[in-house]
Nanobody
Framework: QVELVESGGGLVQAGDSLRLSCAAS????????MGWFRQAPGKERVFLGG????????SYKDSVKGRFTISRDNAKNTVYLQMNSLKVEDTAVYYC????????????????WGKGTLVTVSS
C-alpha cells in the first residue's frame, strides 16, 4: 500500500493562486497513476485532474481546464496541483489519490487516498 499526504491548503482570496502537494510513501511511485479530487460541503467528491505514472499524460475536468494543472516529480515521490484564478466556488477539501489501474479519472477507480487538505477561497 501507499500512504499519501496532501499539503498546501489554506485560506486565500478569490483570484489568488495556490499549489497543493501530495507526498507519497514507497519506492514504486512511478507505477501509480495519480489524481486530484475535491469535495465541497454537501456535494459529491469529484475528479479534477489526473496524470499517468510517467507524467507524460494528463487529463482534466472541463470546468478547470486552463486554471488547474497537475504535474509530478517521481524522483521526489510528489504530485502537484497548481490552481490559478481561484473562485469562491473552489472552496472544498482537496484529495490526492493513487491507482495501479493505469488511469485516474473516477473516484471509484482509485485505490489509495490521502486525508485531504482544506482550501477556502474568500471574496
Amino acid at each position: 500500500q501507499v500512504e499519501l499526504v496532501e499539503s498546501g491548503g489554506g485560506l486565500v482570496q478569490a483570484g489568488d493562486s495556490l499549489r497543493l502537494s501530495c507526498a507519497a510513501s514507497g519506492r514504486t511511485f512511478s507505477n501509480y497513476a495519480m489524481g486530484w479530487f475535491r469535495q465541497a460541503p454537501g456535494k459529491e467528491r469529484v475528479f479534477l485532474g489526473g496524470i499517468s505514472g510517467s507524467g507524460y499524460s494528463t487529463s482534466y475536468k472541463d470546468s478547470v481546464k486552463g486554471r488547474f494543472t497537475i504535474s509530478r516529480d517521481n524522483a521526489k515521490n510528489t504530485v502537484y496541483l497548481q490552481m490559478n484564478s481561484l473562485k469562491v466556488e473552489d472552496t472544498a477539501v482537496y484529495y490526492c489519490a493513487a491507482t495501479v489501474g493505469g488511469i485516474a479519472s473516477m473516484v471509484r477507480g482509485m485505490d489509495y487516498w490521502g486525508k485531504g487538505t482544506l482550501v477556502t477561497v474568500s471574496s
